[in-house]
C-alpha cells in the first residue's frame, strides 16, 4: 500500500479515526531531507501494509493541524494510535532506522 496524502480538512478521518495506527510525515516540497526519506517511507509503508498506514501531510498547503501540533522542523515524524500521538521524530534518518523506530512503537 502506497503513502496516502493527508490534509486539514481529512486529517480526523484519515488519521485520528483511523482503525489501525497511523505514521503522519509532516513535509514540505522544498524541504531536502524530507525528499530523502520519501522513497523509503513508501517502501515501509508496502512492508507494514497490514499493520500501519503511512500518511503524508503538506505543510505549506495544510497549515492548520501542523499548527495546532506545533510543527517546527521538518521531516517530522509522528505515530498516531487510537486517535492520538504516541510517538514522534525529527529529522531524516535511514530506511533501517525509520522501520526499526516504528516497529518499535507499534
Known amino acids: 500500500m502506497a503513502t496516502v496524502n493527508v490534509t486539514d480538512a481529512s486529517f480526523q478521518s484519515d488519521v485520528l479515526d483511523a482503525d489501525k495506527p497511523v505514521l503522519v510525515d509532516f513535509w514540505a516540497d522544498w524541504c531536502g531531507p524530507c525528499k530523502m526519506i520519501a522513497p523509503a517511507l513508501e517502501e515501509i509503508s508496502d512492508e507494514l501494509a497490514d499493520k500501519v498506514t503511512i500518511a503524508k501531510m503538506d505543510i505549506m498547503?495544510?497549515?492548520?493541524?501542523?499548527?495546532?501540533?506545533?510543527?517546527?522542523?521538518?521531516?517530522?515524524?509522528?505515530?498516531?494510535?487510537d486517535g492520538k500521538p504516541v510517538a514522534q521524530q525529527k529529522g531524516a534518518a535511514p530506511k533501517n532506522a525509520l522501520k526499526a523506530w516504528l516497529e518499535s512503537v507499534l
Open 61 to 81: 498547503e495544510n497549515p492548520d493541524v501542523p499548527g495546532q501540533m506545533g510543527v517546527q522542523s521538518i521531516p517530522y515524524l509522528v505515530v498516531f494510535k
